[in-house]
């Protein structure tokens, strides 16, 4: 339980890294970026960007879904137990 509430943090929080970061001035003017004139131009393309700000969309995506799962065991375990079975 504790690994899986770990891993829904650690989409968050690249989820909003990659959403945001493609957007900011960090991302303009990053020395590592702009080292070479062809990986600028290539850093600040548009589709670049946007291509790297959905990989983020897919991290909050996946973010929800391991959520929503664990939630969803929760209630079954809840409602087992109410119901007089124990699951293992």
């Known amino acids: 339980m504790a690994i899986a509430i770990l891993f829904i943090i650690y989409c968050l929080e690249a989820g909003a890294f990659f959403s945001l970061v493609p957007w900011t001035r960090f991302w303009s003017f990053h020395p590592i970026l702009h080292a070479s ?3 600028a131009m ?4 548009l589709y ?3 291509l790297v700000s959905g990989f983020g969309l897919a991290h909050f995506i ?4 391991e959520l929503a799962s664990i939630l969803e065991q929760r ?4 409602r087992d137990q109410a119901s007089g079975r124990d699951i293992i």
Do not use: E
């Not at 290539?42 to 393309?45: L, P, S, T, V, W």
């Not at 996946?62 to 879904?65: G, K, L, N, S």
């Not at 209630?75 to 809840?78: G, L, P, Q």
């Open 48 to 50: 670049v960007r946007g």
């Open 37 to 39: 004139p062809t990986l």
């Open 62 to 65: 996946v973010a929800f879904r």
């Open 42 to 45: 290539i850093a600040d393309n």
């Open 75 to 78: 209630r079954a375990r809840a």
